[in-house]
């Protein structure tokens, strides 16, 4: 083989690069000319000749995604495919429950586990005929220690996480799309660092329920995928079905994902992120925002406008408040996990734990008023512009297995706005993303905005 | 045994039966007139003798409960017990998750189910001291066919459900004190056929994680009591440190029970039970309101005022409305359930599931909507009063061991407004409740209200 053992996935040019499609294969699925199959044999091609390197994987169930395959080829020659994502490989977050697979939460504790019930979003996926191809590795409970996952373009280099294993498989176009979850940084920072596009939708936007979540005010069902017509697809396939979370009115939207849309104005965010990003990371950033405004986006940022300037101020004490809310929330589970085996939880996150001793109801209402003042400042700034745009991360994934830094992601976790991930950068020859921003419930116009600078990349 | 095994509790007269306290022995440990241990052996002499007929309890830890009734005589021996709750005996509905006892849920699905956790309320109970006597029976996943629990007053009666072990535990005195949950009516509902006090807090009160639910936005964690007194103390120090459900402020006020207050003005609701209420239980409601009126409260009703009327024309929908939120949210997870074992499920449930094969996303947005404005009515008219009275269910347990009708008790789940139990009437021999409604997050001072009208009770 001659395939580079420090980047399985090749060299990595987004302007050149392709990711794995899956609803452009349909009407050949329809036609005869492709099936759901041979679709599955090309992925677990790549999985075979990279999974040793990369280690996306917790579990792999093949023959029974072979089964589901062809009986999803047998409903296209048919003429009756159940739904839009019948025959899609997809690869679960292993902190997302499965009934026929193992869900061991990445951790030591839950070795083996075996539930009974797939979490709601597989289950209506699963339904829908979607190929459950596996179990992709994760941060023990989201927020231990990183994962065995490498990066696919550079092994040295983590691939962030804590949906680690999603978003390497699909930046390595093993499949097509995943499920991930995000409480902090973890479809965004991880798809950011593997090249892959992803959609944190608005808080709620898609039943978590069956997913393992050790802060459920910060957390949200992700998808990450190798377009932004997969991603909007099933992300609203499966929230139309599954539903939000409870309370929650989930994604809006027709399922057919919405044309390219091109933005009058966005807004560019420093965050707290800026005042540390690389300076690779930071050119790469200008020189995307110099093409948009060559293209006649108009860019406002913090000199253009006194909220945005507050708004900024506010963002630049994000990881303050982010930790204010989750050290009271993860104080339950992960106290009794502890009392139960100390031993076999992760070091970071039995340092985590101590933090969770220190603190108070009192502390955690205060944390709440602050996050609906900053929601307010966002959504009013949201109502002014298409779109807010940043680095997804300070660089690209770090050499070393750290999962890197979720500092241009808490903002949107902590508010619960949509957030998605353009795999249009690079830096030091490996994938870097650009985060674009919206108001609540916009997702499907945030979709529009993303694929019309997706596809701009290239003009 | 001279004990009636009909009426295993005796006779029920609101104005004489006194159900079991915690709180006012606490000064006894403290100087050594009583312990835990001894107070705890009360309750298992009490549950000997009952539990035969009662059938109130699907496990019962005693070893485990009797070393930690030591365990807090020696704190209080030692002057420093850990909180308000040290060495209370607590009864855990079996759909709350338990470290040391089996968890089934009620359900034969989960026969043997044993959690490596406790739920977030019982593992902060249980920190502060709280001696957990063992599990109270549930309805099958709150929402299958009765339970095996009877009515301590009536053993011909149900004492209603999904709470029916707690609700029958603490009528019965048992204990002081027990754990429910509530998504449509499981913890009033049985509080009033089984005459305890209860307490349904603002919906995200107290940290309802680890607890089964099938429909996340409906339900609540409840505390059933023998005294307002040690419902509040216990709600309000779960909460405190396990916190509301993630995302809220969970309960406000001190930890002490706020004195008893004289309401100036309550609104006297029909909702849509008043019309099918037996002429007993309407008998002894109206009764109870002219004593009221006597003691100088102001009655107000539909006729007072339009927008109660308004109100009163909503809650005449409020079932359909429930129907309309509860058939989206539970299917997930009893689709899996069903999926896995559809013989393992009781019939009333897959009854129900059928419906939830015929509803969608969009009609439960719809129903999102109602609820909202249904809220806002009942915030607005719950600002121009001290509280809102009803009965607490349209008559007493009836015979035969269905579940009882829960059509008083909806509109708090689905709004969710704190709601409490007052076992303060009678009908037919047997407990009936008046419920008291309040403002979101003015359950403080709904108990003072509570207290005032339990109290007078029998001035």
Chains 1, 2 share one sequence.
């Not at 176009?173 to 409480?183: Q, S, W």
């Not at 940084?185 to 709620?204: D, M, N, Q, V």
């Not at 512009?385 to 750290?402: A, E, H, K, Y």
């Amino acid at each position: 083989m001659a395939r580079d053992d420090r980047a399985p996935a090749g060299a990595y040019d987004p302007a050149t690069y392709r990711l794995l499609t899956f609803h452009d294969r349909v009407p050949h699925f329809r036609d005869g000319s492709d099936t759901p199959r041979a679709y599955l044999e090309r992925c677990l091609e790549r999985i075979e000749a990279l999974e040793p390197a990369v280690r996306a994987w917790a579990f792999l169930n093949i023959d029974r995604a072979r089964q589901a395959a062809d009986e999803a080829g047998a409903r296209y020659r048919a003429g009756a495919p159940l739904s839009p994502v019948d025959g899609m490989p997809i690869g679960i977050k292993d902190l997302i429950e499965t009934c026929d697979m193992p869900t061991e939460y990445g951790a030591e504790l839950f070795r083996g586990n075996r539930p009974i019930r797939d979490a709601a979003v597989v289950y209506f996926l699963r339904k829908g005929g979607a190929v459950l191809v596996g179990k992709t590795v994760t941060v023990a409970f989201g927020g231990g220690d990183p994962a065995v996952t490498r990066n696919p373009f550079d092994t040295r280099r983590t691939p962030g996480g804590s949906s680690s294993g999603s978003a390497a498989a699909v930046g390595s176009k093993m499949i097509p799309l995943a499920l991930g979850t995000h409480a902090r940084g973890s479809t965004i920072r991880p798809a950011s660092f593997c090249g892959a596009f992803a959609l944190k939708p608005t808080f709620g936007g898609i039943n978590r329920q069956g997913a393992f979540s050790a802060a459920q005010s910060l957390d949200h069902l992700g998808v990450l995928g190798g377009s932004l017509a997969d991603v909007w697809t099933t992300a609203r396939y499966a929230a139309k079905h599954a539903g939000g979370d409870p309370g929650s009115p989930g994604l809006y939207g027709a399922l057919e994902p919405p044309e390219a849309r091109k933005p009058q104005r966005l807004v560019r965010l420093d965050m707290a992120g800026w005042a540390v990003a690389e300076e690779a990371a930071k050119r790469a950033f200008e020189a995307k925002l110099r093409e948009l405004e060559t293209a006649g986006v108009r860019i406002y940022s913090r000199r253009d406008d006194p909220l945005i300037e507050d708004y900024e101020q506010q963002l630049a004490r994000m990881p303050g408040l982010w930790q204010a809310l989750y050290r009271f929330e993860m104080r339950w589970p992960l106290f009794p996990y502890r009392d139960h085996d100390s031993a076999k939880l992760p070091p970071r996150l039995l340092k985590g734990l101590a933090e969770g001793d220190l603190t108070s109801q009192d502390s955690y209402r205060a944390a709440l008023i602050t996050r609906e003042h900053v929601r307010a400042i966002h959504e009013e700034i949201a109502r002014r512009c298409d779109g807010m745009v940043t680095l997804s991360s300070p660089g690209p994934g770090p050499i070393g297995m750290d999962q890197g830094s979720a500092i241009f992601n808490e903002a949107s976790s902590v508010i619960g706005a949509p957030a998605i991930n353009l795999p249009i950068l690079s830096a030091e020859g490996v994938p870097l993303g650009m985060q674009l921003l919206g108001p609540w419930h916009g997702d499907e116009r945030l979709i529009a905005v993303g694929r019309w600078i997706a596809e701009t990349r290239r003009a």
